[in-house]
């Protein structure tokens, strides 16, 4: 079946970065129309910082986090990844990737809505102290 399994979180200075993977299998039928990661931070709703429309290849982001988080993934896209630097104490947060089949994930205004994505991982830990 579909999994998604998010990795490389963990505790790290400001100014530091880190890189976080997003391994996924069970695709058997097709890949998503998108893929993205999602955060969620203390006491706080769980909001969308990146994703990726698979057919265009583009790129969306959350304001918050442009020209800090770069999305990207391999070339067989079993493995997405999010590379976040530099790391601001504002960053932490469980992060989450997840995949979509809806094809409004394609639209730039609405790539980051979190109902739009059916599959998602456990989430990774990221811990960022000033």
């Known amino acids: 079946r579909v999994q998604l399994m998010e990795s490389g979180g963990g505790s790290v200075q400001a100014g530091g970065s880190l890189r976080l993977s997003c391994e996924a299998s069970g695709f058997i039928y097709g890949s998503p129309y998108c893929v993205a990661w999602f955060r969620q931070g203390p006491a706080k709703a769980r909001v969308g910082v990146a994703s990726i429309d698979n057919g265009s290849g583009i790129a969306t982001y959350a304001e918050s986090v442009k020209g800090r988080f770069t999305i990207s993934q391999d070339n067989a896209k079993s493995t997405l990844a999010l590379q976040i630097n530099p790391l601001q104490p504002e960053d932490t947060a469980t992060y989450y990737c997840?995949?979509?089949?809806?094809?409004?994930?394609?639209?730039?205004?609405?790539?980051?809505?979190?109902?739009?994505?059916?599959?998602w991982g456990q989430g990774t830990q990221v811990s960022v102290s000033s």
């Open positions: 997840a995949a979509s089949f809806n094809t409004l994930c394609a639209d730039t205004l609405t790539a980051l809505t979190g109902s739009l994505y059916s599959y």
